[in-house]
């Protein structure tokens, strides 16, 4: 009658592929219990980590557990206990892990009626409320795990692929605040066909790299020529950790998200740890507190 999960933070876009790559962190994420109970609906009854709302239709994980809810119309209820640890706006799906990890939980003791693409459309509905708009690259990844490509958001469609073994990402976390909504208006509504050549070809390669291993391929289609070089400015020193990252034989890095998180991949566990501290090294010069995390994809 109670099942405790973890809710894993999550990379979007992967640089090329805006609103529709992303991947999943194994070992960063949030917690929460789920509990069955008599009463009707869906409670909030503790949140640890960051001040959050506990009414259900202003919370996240609340508003997509609602959403299953009202389909599966059970005779009882539930209760959520929130223990975050993805400080939202941080730039690795905080949200999503909220609106993911409910409905989840909630899946399973519900005897899982509900595939991974059914509880990706729940999850939607939390993530809108906070971010008001309806993406799906970091919800996908939370869910069925590794690298996803949403290939569509209406109707949802959402393709699973490899994950190349040893593949680690570094994250580095500045502490300042970026909203996606603010992040994704300083974007061009028109980009240049050139711009968009280069793009998909990207994302095509970038997705026959996870299918073939092909680790150096996977590097040379970890650029994005779209929406990077605004977002950019929003993050300090951007240019400097992803040089450091590059220098120091990461494969690629780039912003996670809409920032202000910044992303590095890495082949092996050792190579990660380097770049993790030529990042902090880039980032210990100024005066912008962060935190550096790694984990394996
Ligand atoms: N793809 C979205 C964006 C992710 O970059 O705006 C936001 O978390």
């Not at 650029?223 to 400097?240: A, N, W, Y």
């Not at 950790?241 to 780039?254: D, I, M, T, W």
Request: negative net charge; charged residues 20%.
């Amino acid at each position: 009658n109670e099942i405790k999960i973890f809710s894993p933070a999550t990379v979007a876009n992967v640089s090329c592929g805006f609103d529709v790559l992303g991947f999943c962190l194994d070992t960063i994420g949030d917690e929460m219990i789920i509990r069955k109970t008599n009463k009707k609906g869906i409670h909030i009854t503790k949140i640890e980590g960051y001040d959050l709302p506990f009414e259900a239709e202003k919370n996240v994980a609340g508003v997509s557990a609602l959403a299953m809810l009202e389909d599966a119309n059970p005779d009882f209820g539930f209760e959520l206990e929130i223990y975050k640890n993805i400080k939202p706006g941080s730039g690795v799906g905080s949200s999503s892990a909220s609106a993911v990890g409910s409905v989840f939980g909630m899946n399973e003791l519900l005897g899982k009626p509900y595939n991974k693409t059914q509880l990706t459309n729940f999850a939607m509905k939390g993530e809108a409320l906070a971010s008001q708009c309806e993406h799906a690259d970091n919800i996908a990844p939370a869910i069925f795990g590794g690298f996803t490509l949403v290939k569509s958001v209406a109707p949802l469609e959402v393709l699973q692929l490899p994950t190349p073994k040893d593949l680690f990402a570094v994250i580095i976390h500045p502490q300042i605040e970026i909203k996606t909504s603010e992040s994704r208006a300083i974007l061009p509504k028109q980009i240049a066909l050139q711009d968009a050549i280069t793009q998909w070809s990207n994302v095509g390669s970038l997705v026959h790299a996870l299918h073939t291993n092909d680790y150096e391929l996977l590097s040379r289609s970890l650029t994005d020529v779209v929406v990077e070089p605004h977002r950019s400015q929003l993050i300090p020193h951007f240019k400097d950790v992803r040089k450091a990252a590059l220098e120091n034989g990461a494969l690629g890095c780039g912003i996670s998200g809409s920032g202000p998180s910044i992303f590095s991949l890495c082949y092996g566990n050792s190579t990660a740890q380097k770049v993790a501290q030529a990042i902090k090294n880039v980032y210990s010069k100024t005066e912008i507190p962060f935190e550096v995390y790694v984990s394996e994809i």
